[in-house]
Nanobody, 128 residues
Framework: QVQLVESGGGLVQAGGSLRLSCVASGHTFASYVMAWFRQAPGKERGFVAA????????NYEDSVKGRFTISRDNAKNTVYLQMNSLKPEDTAVYYC?????????????????????WGQGTQVAVSS
């Protein structure tokens, strides 16, 4: 198990940027596939982006492609989500997720069911 703590959320105007961070506890961070999900009021938690152990594989939900970038720094036990050109529809609570896995499987790691470690979430609000 790994504990995850997100930060970096806030209120921003449409077109603005935010960078979310997620710090993981433990000494095996590099062994985890990491991801970001989001949940808007009244909606299910949905996939945003994922990254494999060394950053060589990344995957994005279609609506954020070209605007969001997921990255990781294994030396700092941290995964990031750089969010640019934010839109009101990006408003949600953003969650960091982790699963111990040597390999990245798109079918598994784009689903919330594929992760067993979650942070508490950080609120992102985008005003129009």
């Amino acid at each position: 198990q790994v504990q995850l703590v997100e930060s970096g959320g806030g209120l921003v105007q449409a077109g603005g940027s935010l960078r979310l961070s997620c710090v993981a506890s433990g000494h095996t961070f590099a062994s985890y596939v990491m991801a970001w999900f989001r949940q808007a009021p009244g909606k299910e938690r949905g996939f945003v982006a994922a990254i494999n152990w060394n950053g060589g594989i990344t995957n994005y939900e279609d609506s954020v492609k070209g605007r969001f970038t997921i990255s990781r720094d294994n030396a700092k036990n941290t995964v990031y989500l750089q969010m640019n050109s934010l839109k009101p529809e990006d408003t949600a609570v953003y969650y960091c997720a982790a699963v111990l896995s040597a390999y990245y499987y798109a079918g598994t790691h784009t689903s919330a069911a594929g992760y067993d470690n979650w942070g508490q979430g950080t609120q992102v609000a985008v005003s129009s």
